[in-house]
């Protein structure tokens, strides 16, 4: 894995894989890098210092989304002890914090 950060531009890229990119889906200021077999190969970040400078917490979806993984993939993480977590109610949150440790 890769990590690279261009301070002038706030931009962090994460690269998994050394994988041609095929296709990319950018929300919210994250951009998603899939091969042609649809695995996801790296994920950019604009705005990264905006984004991680804050204490914020991310739903269960935001987390998967950024990780590259699906909800069952994190559940499974989650009942594991992997990750930690906040339970609102029925909703699982975490902090932007250790959801990059896991992405590194």
Do not use: N, P, W
């Not at 091969?35 to 991310?58: A, E, N, P, R, Y």
């Not at 977590?85 to 949150?93: I, L, N, S």
């Amino acid at each position: 894995m890769k990590v690279y950060h261009d301070s002038e531009i706030d931009y962090l890229s994460i690269d998994f894989t050394d994988e041609v990119e095929s296709k990319s889906v950018y929300k919210d200021g994250i951009i998603v890098r899939y091969d042609k077999k649809g695995h996801v190969i790296g994920v950019d970040i604009t705005d990264s210092m905006k984004l991680f400078s804050s204490s914020d917490m991310m739903t269960l979806q935001e987390a998967c989304t950024f990780l590259g993984i699906s909800e069952s993939t994190m559940r499974r993480k989650i009942r594991d002890g992997k990750v930690k977590f906040v339970k609102e109610g029925k909703d699982y949150r975490f902090k932007k914090g250790d959801i990059i440790s896991i992405a590194a």
